[in-house]
T-cell receptor, first 114, second 114 residues
């Protein structure tokens, strides 16, 4: 089955700096890669996603890049703000899974210091 | 759009009690719903996948007789933790998706078994 590795496990940055979180996946047939943000005690919220036919996607301060050859994808947050502090999870979905089952990474605790 | 409601948000009960958790998609039809368990500072662990009108598919190591899942309609799935014990205490989160759409999560249920 699919295995997703996420790094780093914790990330601390100063407000205004950029933050990058990286994930690798094992199943070359995976075709959908969402990123979720989870604040303490709350639901994971989809912040951006990318499909395998696209190499990069951007939404304001957030961008995701995908390298299918290397089987890794990354989340980039620019001009970080304290409210960006949360746990971020990457995930991958295998093309063959018609039910859309996701395999999640271990999560990254991002702390943005004012 | 894509709102998922989960109830209750917090349950405290005695050992041996059965607890039912509801997951509803409020503004879309959820062809598939997922149930996750999340331990503190850890990732989302998929327990089972349920499709409306059919039996749930459980992940390896998850006891189907312990965690009963019913997906009676396109907007409602329930998870019943039967004869709960302290080791079942955890944060349980559901998610729902329509065909071809991303997963959207409920607010989660914090279950504490005394």
């Amino acid at each position: 089955g699919e295995n997703v590795e996420q790094h780093p496990s914790t990330l601390s940055v100063q407000e205004g700096d950029s933050a990058v979180i990286k994930c690798t996946y094992s199943d070359s047939a995976s075709n959908y890669f969402p990123w979720y943000k989870q604040e303490l005690g709350k639901r994971p919220q989809l912040i951006i996603d990318i499909r395998s036919n696209v190499g990069e996607k951007k939404d304001q301060r957030i961008a995701v890049t995908l390298n299918k050859t290397a089987k890794h994808f990354s989340l980039h947050i620019t001009e970080t703000q304290p409210e960006d502090s949360a746990v971020y999870f990457c995930a991958a979905r295998a093309r063959a899974d018609s039910y859309g089952k996701l395999t999640f990474g271990q999560g990254t605790i991002l702390t943005v210091h004012p | 759009g894509a709102v998922v409601s989960q109830h209750p948000s917090w349950v405290i009960c005695k050992s041996g009690t059965s607890v039912k958790i509801e997951c509803r998609s409020l503004d879309f039809q959820a062809t598939t719903m997922f149930w996750y368990r999340q331990f503190p500072k850890q990732s989302l662990m998929l327990m089972a996948t349920s499709n409306e009108g059919s039996k749930a598919t459980y992940e390896q190591g998850v006891e189907k007789d312990k965690f009963l899942i019913n997906h009676a309609s396109l907007t409602l799935s329930t998870l019943t933790v039967t004869s709960a014990h302290p080791e079942d205490s955890s944060f349980y989160i559901c998610s729902a998706r329509d065909q071809g759409q991303p997963q959207h999560f409920g607010d989660g249920t914090r279950l504490s078994i005394l």
